[in-house]
């Protein structure tokens, strides 16, 4: 929440420090205050440009000074601290876990194995623990959402018991992928508390798309080390049992808990974050270097539509991995919208707005032609369980992605429009898991 200057508008705290002067108290003050309020980026940088206007000014410079040291240490040092002596531990208790429920024989009436609809809960809760023993802080939000990610699992597993085959089959291949959605709100819950501000949600947005990269790269580490350990017991004859092979599957339990530990300090607020240090600035980098390749990539689909119009209308295989792709895209627009007006230049930033302006207005283009396509399939079949689903994921990214476009034609400043489509992306992720809980608990009432 911003701190009020009296009138409603976030205080200046340049112009604040300015008027303290050689105030050490008062400036002291206000830095408490902003510490209260989660606005400590804000003051550190009013305090710095303050401290540029006056270079030799001791005061300004000890705090500069003081700021410096604050942020490297609560960006770096910590993650050698309880942290890790938290979440290793975890992380063992979850490759136990993992290991426990991955019996091959252990089958869903799908097919699928058990271990697609636990893990994810399973993992969740872990994370739900990291989080609250690291920050020493929200017990209660802990336990209820650790009770809800016990309660999830267990709902999709009774009502599929009195569906028809076939429903129950549709039913559980769509609850793999919303267990998985739902179980990760219930973490972003315990991280963020339920009023979370516009900022600290997208930097919780933020945060998930790096500690999913920071896991990617730990799992092709432990493949090599897999792989070697494999191809040098192998020379010798020996070859794993499945057991062998399960047990280090299971070690993804482990990657789990230490790629959180690596991306997110639990201390601090999710909007204070260290957004563009480490794995985080490589991911930053990836996606701006993305976003014009996506947009040639957009720009050569759409001239290729006429020729291949009625694929996505008579091709099943096709739709879905059209809609697969939306949903790539979505990311991609949340990884590339900027913590705030500070982090890069103003003619990149006046570049980048374009590039995100274009990624929504050709992404909308698209959605409205699969959503014609989902239409269609359904008029001519009818609804299905799926067809549901992506009706309303279909219509829940075209309203957003046309919000976005509202937004930007209304944003005036660099920060404006960037608040704006954190604002926005507030909305959408509270949008995406209602949708994503109204599938879980409806769909089995509504096709029995």
Do not use: C
Not at 107 to 120: G, K
Not at 157 to 180: E, R
Not at 200 to 209: E, I, N, R
Not at 405 to 412: D, E, F, N, T, W
């Amino acid at each position: 929440m911003d701190i009020s200057a009296g009138d409603g508008r976030p205080l200046d705290y340049g112009m604040a420090i300015r008027e303290a002067g050689a105030d050490a108290q008062r400036i002291e003050r206000l830095y408490q205050q902003a510490r209260r309020a989660g606005e400590t980026r804000r003051f550190a940088a009013g305090l710095r440009a303050v401290a540029a206007e006056a270079p030799g000014d001791g005061l300004f410079s000890a705090w500069r000074a003081r700021l410096d040291y604050a942020e490297q240490m609560g960006h770096g040092a910590w993650r050698l601290g309880a942290g890790w002596w938290i979440a290793a531990p975890l992380g063992l208790v979850l490759w136990l876990a993992f290991f426990a429920v991955s019996d091959p024989t252990w089958l869903l009436p799908n097919r699928a194995p058990v271990a697609a609809l636990l893990w994810p809960s399973l993992a969740a809760l872990a994370l739900i623990w990291y989080l609250t023993l690291s920050a020493r802080r929200g017990f209660a939000l802990a336990a209820g959402a650790s009770l809800a990610l016990v309660a999830l699992p267990a709902y999709i597993w009774y009502v599929s018991q009195s569906q028809t085959p076939a429903s129950q089959s549709g039913y559980l291949d769509l609850m793999i992928l919303h267990n998985l959605l739902l179980s990760w709100a219930l973490v972003g819950i315990v991280a963020l508390g339920l009023r979370p501000s516009p900022r600290d949600l997208f930097g919780m947005l933020t945060k998930s798309l790096e500690t999913t990269g920071v896991a990617g790269v730990y799992t092709i580490a432990g493949a090599i080390f897999v792989g070697l350990s494999v191809a040098t017991f192998a020379t010798l004859g020996v070859t794993p049992s499945a057991t062998v092979i399960r047990a280090l599957v299971s070690g993804g339990g482990l990657i789990v808990t230490l790629a959180l530990a690596s991306a997110y300090d639990p201390s601090r607020r999710a909007g204070e974050q260290g957004f563009y240090r480490g794995f985080g600035k490589i991911l930053a980098i990836a996606m701006h270097a993305l976003l014009p390749l996506t947009l040639v990539t957009l720009v050569i689909y759409l001239a290729l539509v006429p020729a291949n119009f009625a694929e996505p209308f008579q091709q099943r295989n096709a739709l879905i991995a059209f809609n697969g792709a939306l949903f790539a895209l979505m990311g991609l627009l949340v990884g590339v919208i900027p913590m705030g007006a500070d982090v890069f230049p103003s003619r990149y930033l006046r570049w980048l707005r374009a590039g995100i302006i274009a990624l929504a207005a050709l992404a909308l283009v698209v959605s409205l032609y699969l959503f014609a396509a989902i239409l269609y399939r359904a008029a001519v079949d009818g609804l299905t369980m799926n067809r549901v689903a992506v009706i309303g994921w279909n219509l829940l990214n075209i309203t957003l992605l046309a919000l976005a476009l509202v937004a930007q034609a209304r944003a005036g400043r660099a920060g404006d429009w960037i608040a704006a489509l954190q604002r926005l992306a507030r909305g959408g992720a509270l949008a995406y898991v209602l949708w994503g809980a109204a599938l879980v608990f409806a769909l089995p009432w509504l096709f029995r």
